[in-house]
């Protein structure tokens, strides 16, 4: 089972429309919601039925999924560095601007002291992480002038990246190279702006990205050494911390990574 391009990312929502104006204010193009195909309710282990609203960010997309069947809403007291954390980076030209909208709406932050300027050894790029208004983590991320040639224009672009933390970077980097991912330049951060950023003390995490063959959006594998963050529970479809990484792939299924983050594979 090969991963050869993200074609979506999907959530999880108790409460779609307010879910919807939300990411509607930040700058998606929000959809009409439509019923779930029944092949992907049976992939998924539900019963009942389910409905979804298909957003799009630039070339990205992001499905709202509500199920008949609810799951447990978003694990409260949540850190960056718990397993369960994974977020999606959209990329803007203007990270404080973008922060000040999502605020407006709903957004409640993560870090410390809105959007930090990480060190050149890091990107040197400018981020905020934040949740929506139902506990999904989320990043706007700004890179510095001509840094990043995937990533040309205004606004609010796209989506770079899923970050997601593991217990083992080892594991998990044999996990996403067996399915086809090559791994690019890893960092390791920490630091003032780093600890703001993800509103802890004392951060030492390894930054691990994995790119498919057509990218972006890509993987970035986060291995937190401090401080160490608490397991992940085995998560159902319906929870709403089950996001699902949707990839266009040689096999149709339903599979989890060494620490139980969902993925989804299309044909």
Same mark, same amino acid.
């Given at each position: 089972?090969?991963?050869?391009?993200?074609?979506?990312?999907?959530?999880?929502?108790?409460?779609?429309?307010? %879910?919807?104006?939300?990411?509607? $204010?930040?700058?998606? &193009?929000?959809? *009409? @919601? !439509?019923?779930?195909? +029944?092949?992907?309710?049976?992939?998924?282990?539900?019963?009942?039925?389910?409905?979804?609203?298909?957003?799009?960010?630039?070339?990205?997309?992001?499905?709202?999924?509500?199920?008949?069947?609810?799951?447990?809403?978003?694990?409260?007291?949540?850190?960056?560095?718990? %397993?369960?954390?994974?977020?999606? $980076?959209?990329?803007? &030209?203007?990270? *404080? @601007? !973008?922060?000040?909208? +999502?605020?407006?709406?709903?957004?409640?932050?993560?870090?410390?002291?809105?959007?930090?300027?990480?060190?050149?050894?890091?990107?040197?790029?400018?981020?905020?992480?934040?949740?929506?208004?139902?506990?999904?983590?989320?990043?706007?991320?700004?890179?510095?002038?001509?840094?990043?040639?995937?990533?040309?224009?205004?606004?609010?672009?796209?989506?770079?990246?899923?970050?997601?933390?593991?217990?083992?970077?080892?594991?998990?980097?044999?996990?996403?190279?067996?399915?086809?991912?090559?791994?690019?330049?890893?960092?390791?951060?920490?630091?003032?702006?780093?600890?703001?950023?993800?509103?802890?003390?004392?951060?030492?995490?390894?930054?691990?990205?994995?790119?498919?063959?057509?990218?972006?959006?890509?993987?970035?594998?986060?291995?937190?050494?401090?401080?160490?963050?608490?397991?992940?529970?085995?998560?159902?479809?319906?929870?709403?911390?089950?996001?699902?990484?949707?990839?266009?792939?040689?096999?149709?299924?339903?599979?989890?990574?060494?620490?139980?983050?969902?993925?989804?594979?299309?044909?």
């Amino acid at each position: 089972m090969i991963f050869q391009a993200i074609t979506a990312f999907r959530l999880v929502t108790a409460d779609p429309a307010r %879910l919807a104006h939300f990411y509607r $204010a930040i700058g998606f &193009d929000v959809g *009409e @919601a !439509a019923t779930i195909p +029944a092949a992907d309710m049976k992939l998924l282990g539900l019963s009942g039925a389910g409905s979804r609203i298909a957003m799009s960010l630039g070339r990205s997309r992001v499905d709202l999924e509500r199920f008949d069947q609810p799951g447990h809403p978003y694990p409260r007291d949540t850190t960056t560095c718990d %397993l369960v954390f994974q977020h999606l $980076a959209l990329v803007t &030209d203007d990270a *404080e @601007a !973008a922060w000040r909208r +999502a605020r407006e709406v709903g957004a409640t932050p993560i870090g410390r002291e809105g959007p930090v300027t990480l060190p050149k050894s890091a990107g040197g790029v400018t981020a905020v992480k934040f949740r929506d208004p139902e506990g999904h983590p989320l990043e706007f991320l700004q890179f510095p002038p001509g840094a990043n040639p995937n990533w040309k224009g205004a606004g609010m672009m796209g989506i770079d990246h899923s970050a997601i933390s593991v217990s083992d970077v080892a594991a998990s980097r044999r996990f996403y190279a067996r399915h086809g991912l090559s791994e690019a330049n890893a960092t390791v951060n920490r630091g003032p702006a780093q600890d703001a950023l993800d509103g802890l003390d004392g951060v030492e995490v390894a930054v691990v990205p994995m790119n498919p063959t057509d990218n972006p959006p890509h993987i970035e594998m986060l291995g937190y050494r401090l401080p160490v963050g608490r397991a992940l529970h085995r998560l159902s479809a319906n929870d709403l911390a089950a996001t699902r990484i949707v990839w266009r792939s040689n096999a149709e299924a339903l599979i989890r990574d060494p620490d139980g983050h969902l993925h989804q594979l299309s044909r």
